[in-house]
């Protein structure tokens, strides 16, 4: 049984069509990421996931449960943490913690067990008596994936967990998705606009205008839809060997920049412009070119 199953989704808002039949399936225990830029249709595939919005058409099952059914157990299921916080600003974090745990009828010692437990992964007792609004971005973040946590879910989604965070924040959530997904069995499904974010990822769908363009590991897209360059400062006459072999290039200033399959066609034709090369170098094709070859866009910059 898949932890997530997705079967021609559609959503529109008015007649502005946020999602356009997709269908996907998330294993169990894997590390799920949807990647798209803003407007992809993320939020709205999350929000309807989490039973927060009523889709228009399609089957979804998540643990084997039907959505629009079995609502209250889904709900059971997922710990969800969204891009904008659902806790109260003017509680402590554990005020706020305890009120949430209140929801999942958890109290006493086994809610003081689970706080201790979830404080030795995120560390938020040196902030836990102070009031959510107080926090910076990545205390808050940390607060909001404890309270997604109290209840022991077994799928964890994270919508745009690092989106808005400074850069060492970022790094410091990113550590702790990582080393939950390492210690637990949970299944973590996640949306993203970094690209260098899903190469974490057992396996990426690439969202764009609605619709899944692209979905396998990481490592397969990038060999797939990017090619490794080989950047070279020539000497001599190297454009007119070029031509002459039919050997495609661009020239940037005074680079020339040769599209390779692989490392090794980058090594044999290093071999055989030798005596015409000042220096080179081999540049793996990054997620970025991924989704340019693949949209034809950019993913927009910080
Ligand atoms: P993402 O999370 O990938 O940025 P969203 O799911 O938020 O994308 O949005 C998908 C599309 O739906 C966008 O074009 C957005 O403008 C539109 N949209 C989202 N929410 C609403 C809403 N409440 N009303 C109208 N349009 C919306």
Avoid at 5 to 34: C, E, M, R
Avoid at 43 to 55: A, F, G
Avoid at 127 to 152: E, V
């Amino acid at each position: 049984m898949n932890a997530i199953q997705v079967k021609n989704l559609h959503k529109s808002y008015g007649d502005k069509a946020a999602v356009k039949g997709i269908h996907f399936s998330v294993k169990k225990n894997a590390f799920f990421a949807l990647l798209g830029p803003n407007g992809a249709g993320k939020s709205t595939t999350i929000e309807i996931l989490s039973t927060l919005l009523e889709k228009n058409q399609g089957d979804i099952a998540i643990n084997g449960y039907t959505l629009g059914q079995d609502d209250a157990a889904i709900r059971q299921t997922l710990g969800v943490v969204f891009q904008y916080s659902v806790l109260d600003p003017s509680l402590t974090v554990l005020e706020n913690l305890k009120l949430r745990a209140a929801f999942y009828h958890l109290n006493g010692e086994a809610l003081e067990e689970r706080l201790a437990f979830l404080d030795q992964l995120i560390h938020f007792s040196p902030f836990q008596d102070q009031r959510f609004q107080t926090l910076s971005g990545g205390q808050k973040r940390k607060a909001d994936i404890a309270r997604a946590l109290l209840h022991n879910p077994e799928i964890l989604i994270l919508d745009e967990p690092t989106t808005g965070l400074d850069p060492k924040s970022r790094k410091e959530i990113w550590q702790l998705i990582l080393q939950l997904k390492s210690i637990s069995k949970m299944t973590v499904f996640l949306t993203t606009h970094y690209m260098e974010e899903v190469l974490d990822a057992d396996h990426v769908i690439i969202l764009h205008e609605g619709r899944i363009r692209a979905e396998d590991s990481a490592e397969r897209l990038r060999i797939k839809y990017a090619n490794d360059t080989l950047k070279i400062v020539p000497k001599n006459d190297l454009e007119s060997q070029l031509k002459q072999a039919n050997i495609p290039y661009q020239k940037h200033n005074t680079t020339l920049h040769l599209p390779i399959e692989t490392s090794f066609q980058g090594i044999d034709l290093v071999q055989q412009f030798k005596d015409q090369i000042e220096t080179f170098e081999i540049v793996k094709a990054n997620m970025d070119d991924v989704f340019l070859n693949i949209t034809g866009e950019r993913l927009e910059a910080e």
